[in-house]
């Protein structure tokens, strides 16, 4: 594997730590595979801590790009703002808390390349606020029949072309959209077998509340898929509406 073709990784990010994301962003300038772009987009204006940080790595390493948004745009928007920035053949997503391994963008390149696919994830391990391990995500399918059937990919690194399909404003479930447009359309994908980022989970990054709600706009998101189309973005938050329920959100 050579460093010949540029790999564009995406990274927004809003209201990190600063020591979650000055690991985050320290793995992936780390990377074995060295000819890649880091594009980081600000999503949290009033904050300057986690723009400081980046900037000073980026006086050092002239591969970081920064992006500011003069006000919070969200997820959907901020990657989109990211991704037109970007110039790479290849596009990697990167959440500005994990923690990349070395070989990541190496690893999930030569995987691609090597079986024909045009999206590809990969196994996890799950590691808790400070650093340490807590299990191992590796029961997800790694075929692209697998993957048909499961739907199940994480860690997201794919051709360019996946990504012209822009990403939607769907809340909380942003990057299951996307990976469900991308099966109807036709593209190939599926997960390397080996865990390739450390998956930081803590007990305030989600709340039960908006936990039960990214499950019920996942459910709709899957099933329209099984009718064959997208689901309609302008309708997700009256369906969603329907289909809360407060009781079991609390007990999710």
Known sequence: MTDSQLVSVLMPCYRESAKDFTEALASILKQTYHRIEVVVVFDN??????????QNYSSHDSRICLVRNERNLGLAASLE????????Q???????????EAQRIERQLSYLEEHELDLVGSYLNAIDEDG???????????????????LMI???FGRRSVFEMGYRSVPLAEDYDLLLRAELEG???????????????????ISRSN??????VSQCLR?????GRSLDVDKIDTIVAERFDQRRAENY
């Open 211 to 216: 936990l039960y709600k990214q499950f019920v």
């Open 223 to 227: 099933s329209a898929f099984k009718e």
């Open 90 to 100: 290849y596009i990697c997503r990167m959440d500005s808390d994990d923690i990349s």
């Open 81 to 88: 703002r990211a991704f037109k920035v970007s110039r790479g």
């Open 154 to 156: 994480r860690n997201w």
């Open 45 to 54: 204006p009033d904050d300057n801590t986690l723009y400081d940080i980046a």
């Open 132 to 150: 340490s391990q807590l299990y191992l995500v590796d029961s997800i399918p790694s075929s692209s029949e697998g993957v048909r059937r499961s």
């Open 187 to 205: 593209f190939t994908i599926g997960n390397v077998p080996e865990a390739l980022i450390r998956y930081r989970m803590t007990v305030n990054s």
